[in-house]
């Protein structure tokens, strides 16, 4: 398997982004929020950072973040199932939180469904922490759980 070159998002990937938010993220929960026309306006939007990973020309996988005066929100984090369990997520969070870090926001974070244990583990080997549970978040039909982390590197001290 060829790595993966991370890029930011063009108006050519909608389709693709919303079709895997669709059927990796959303599956389950009725309707579709994610659809081309919102992921377009993530695209657009000055305040929202849309990154997608590909190899040779095709996409496996992406990440929408939304960043705050302080803190930054992560919408959405997919990988194809062919190309899970590569790095690609860990690639993309790492992406993310540099931008996060040269925008000066020091936090991190993200809600998932309280019952994706691989996406939790996924998140608590990054560093994220459980912050609180949501219950209904997932339109009315799923609780949420919200993981944070503090992104400021630590910078030790030098001064003797």
């Known amino acids: 398997m060829s790595s993966s070159t991370l ?3 063009n108006f050519a990937d909608t389709q693709s982004i919303a079709l895997m938010s669709r059927e990796l993220i959303e599956t389950g929960l009725g309707g579709w929020s994610w659809d081309p026309k919102r ?10 950072v849309v990154v997608v990973a590909t190899a040779r020309d095709h996409l496996n996988g992406f ?12 919408s959405l984090l997919a990988v ?3 190309h899970q369990r590569c790095g690609i997520g860990r690639q993309l969070i790492v992406w993310l939180e540099e931008s996060a870090l040269v925008a000066g926001i020091h936090t991190f974070n993200l809600e998932l469904r309280a019952n994706n244990f691989a996406a939790r583990d996924f998140y608590r080997a990054l560093g994220f922490t459980e912050a609180a549970y949501i219950p209904g978040y997932y339109r009315g ?3 949420a759980l919200r993981m944070s982390r503090d992104i400021r590197r630590q910078i030790p001290n030098r001064i003797s």
């Open 7 to 9: 890029r930011l998002a």
């Open 39 to 48: 992921v377009a306006r993530a695209i657009q939007a000055k305040d929202t």
């Open 141 to 143: 039909v799923e609780t």
């Open 80 to 82: 194809a199932v062919s």
């Open 63 to 74: 990440a929408i973040m939304n960043f705050g005066d302080e803190q930054a929100h992560l």
